[in-house]
């Protein structure tokens, strides 16, 4: 059975930084394109969610959503089987509930995201 267990939220100010972690158990991380994705509270679950980070299997290919481009890392450390996602200058509108996500393949998606995979998430809250 595959789990990815999300941790690292929290509340922080715009501009703050934080750092999510995932660690996936049955389940190699290494091996997996792996993504980050989010939703917000207003958002109706039915919709799926907001892709915003992935990488490839190996872990050399990263891809970011144009919301988060620039302020948000993504990485996976293999020897750990954890996968990563530091966020920077964070603002208000990437206040959500956080996903790690695994995927049979690797995609950059621009519409709603169905991932097959995905922990219980962690919430991030931008508030001055």
């Known amino acids: 059975e595959v789990t990815l267990v999300e941790s690292g939220g929290g509340l922080v100010q715009p501009g703050g930084s934080l750092r999510l972690s995932c660690t996936g158990s049955?389940?190699?991380?290494?091996?997996?394109?792996m993504a980050w994705a989010r939703q917000a509270a207003r958002q109706d679950p039915g919709e799926g969610l907001e892709?915003?980070?992935?990488?490839?299997?190996?872990?050399?290919?990263?891809e970011y959503a144009d919301s988060v481009r620039g302020r948000f890392t993504i990485s996976k450390d293999n020897a750990k089987n954890m996968f990563y996602l530091q966020l920077n200058n964070l603002k208000i509108e990437d206040t959500a509930m956080y996903y790690c996500?695994?995927?049979?393949?690797?995609?950059?998606?621009?519409?709603?995201?169905?991932?097959?995979?995905r922990g219980q998430g962690t919430q991030v809250t931008v508030s001055s």
């Open positions: 996500t695994a995927d049979p393949f690797f995609a950059h998606y621009t519409e709603r995201y169905f991932p097959t995979w």
């Open positions: 049955g389940f190699k991380i290494g091996g997996s394109p």
């Open positions: 892709w915003i980070a992935g990488t490839n299997a190996a872990g050399v290919t990263f």
